[in-house]
């Protein structure tokens, strides 16, 4: 059910600004979820109006997240402390149920700075003991692992550090390449780093460009405000020179799929690239 009426009015009253659409909203209406306001509708019809395939876009980002967590979590790899930074509203399979079936002992930290994910995502991701949530702007790395719930974590001890379709949100004046590195130099040694970040194909893919290219400018202009669409090297830039992971920075499709593909992958769907690095 849409949030509309009183219930718009309670968003005001805890602090939502219901005249703006919010990036956590508007990511979970891709994602199937039901709890947004009109601006959010609005702003995601202009995209669906580029291509439909939107919804497939949000899937197919949090299969990659769950690929992720499932393998740092897993005995192979055995991170047991995981910090999901723009976290988003609570969906089906959030990082801590992933990381917890893999490992029951594993902290997960979720950082996110919208009012919407503190008022309704912040019972669910607390419900044990192992689940934090943390009000953090992502952009200041020195007081976002300082906030308590962060610095609760082991800093002596290998961390897992998610990025997931959050970067693209940053502007360019907030300089991410500068402010990645500080993350990366504060994490302790046989850490992960996991990005996954809109991409504009532009010497790979020449529709794709284009299409980055006119969704850029529809988020831009949105009252969301944000969205960037960056290349290969610009994203690569952000995990702080560490050394991506096999197969390296992808199409999410391609990174290690559950098995073959079972049908066509829109061009919309291709314009964002993930990777997983570790810090020796
Ligand atoms: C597209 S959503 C992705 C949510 C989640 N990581 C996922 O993959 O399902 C981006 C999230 O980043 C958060 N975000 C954007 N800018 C942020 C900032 N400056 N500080 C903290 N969180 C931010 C938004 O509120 C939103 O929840």
Redesign the pocket.
């Known amino acids: 059910m849409a949030i509309e009426g009183e219930a718009a009015d309670v968003g005001a009253a805890a602090g939502i600004d219901t005249s703006k659409a919010?990036?956590?909203r508007?990511?979970?209406m891709f994602?199937g979820g039901k709890d947004n306001f009109a601006v959010d509708r609005e702003v995601y019809e202009t995209i669906q109006a580029v291509s439909p395939h939107g919804d497939d876009v949000?899937q197919s980002?949090?299969r990659w997240?769950i690929r992720v967590v499932r393998h740092l979590a897993g005995s192979e790899v055995g991170i047991d402390q995981f910090l999901?930074?723009?976290?988003?509203?609570p969906?089906v399979e959030n990082t801590h149920e992933i990381a917890q079936r893999h490992n029951p002992d594993a902290t997960v930290v979720y950082?996110?700075?919208?009012a919407?994910?503190a008022a309704y995502g912040r019972a669910l991701m607390e419900e044990n003991d192992l689940t934090h949530f943390a009000t953090?702007?992502?952009?200041d790395p020195a007081a976002?692992l300082a906030t308590p719930h962060v610095a609760k974590l082991d800093f002596d001890r290998p961390v897992a550090m998610?990025?997931?379709?959050?970067l693209?949100?940053?502007d360019d004046a907030?300089d991410p390449a500068a402010f990645m590195r500080a993350y990366v130099d504060a994490l302790p040694s046989g850490s992960y780093l996991a990005i996954?970040h809109w991409w504009d194909p532009v010497d790979e893919l020449p529709e794709g460009h284009l299409m980055a290219r006119e969704l850029e400018q529809r988020w831009r202009e949105s009252s969301m405000g944000?969205g960037r669409y960056r290349t290969r090297e610009e994203i690569g830039v952000l995990f702080g020179g560490l050394e991506l992971l096999e197969p390296g920075l992808v199409e999410l499709n391609h990174w290690w799929p559950d098995g073959p593909r079972m049908r066509e992958i829109s061009l919309v769907e291709r314009l964002i690239l993930g990777g997983v690095a570790y810090k020796p």
């Open positions: 919010s990036i956590a508007v990511y979970d994602l949000a980002i949090r997240l999901d930074i723009g976290s988003g509203l969906t950082v996110d700075n919208d919407t994910v953090a702007d992502l952009r976002l998610i990025q997931c379709a959050t693209h949100h940053i907030d996954s944000s």
